[in-house]
Nanobody, 116 residues
Framework: QVQLVESGGGLVQPGGSLRLSCAASRSISTIYAMGWYRQAPGKQRELVAQMYSGGISSYGDSVKGRFTISRDNAKNTVYLQMNSLKPEDTAVYLC??????????WGQGTQVTVSS
């Protein structure tokens, strides 16, 4: 099992930046994949970015070139750097961890609001 706690959300103007953090309760070096989904009102949950234990990462089409996922194994933390934010990026951002032979685990979510 693993518990995940997100932080770093908030209100930002269009064009601004935020960095989200996802702190895990155990070592993340052997977790198969970790990343972020987002959920906006009235919309389906959308994959934002994920990183596999080998270091390969992938991004949703709507955030490519603007968002960057990274991790610090020493701190058991995954980050999402979000630049050039747009109003359509407004959503609750949820951290997830996919643990082989165990399943998916989710954080409680952090609200990101992009508005002038």
């Amino acid at each position: 099992q693993v518990q995940l706690v997100e932080s770093g959300g908030g209100l930002v103007q269009p064009g601004g930046s935020l960095r989200l953090s996802c702190a895990a309760s155990r070592s993340i070096s052997t977790i198969y994949a970790m990343g972020w989904y987002r959920q906006a009102p009235g919309k389906q949950r959308e994959l934002v970015a994920q990183m596999y234990s080998g270091g390969i990462s992938s991004y949703g089409d709507s955030v490519k070139g603007r968002f960057t996922i990274s991790r610090d194994n020493a701190k058991n933390t995954v980050y999402l750097q979000m630049n050039s934010l747009k109003p359509e990026d407004t959503a609750v951002y949820l951290c997830f961890a996919n643990v082989l032979n165990s399943g998916n685990y989710w954080g409680q979510g952090t609200q990101v609001t992009v508005s002038s």
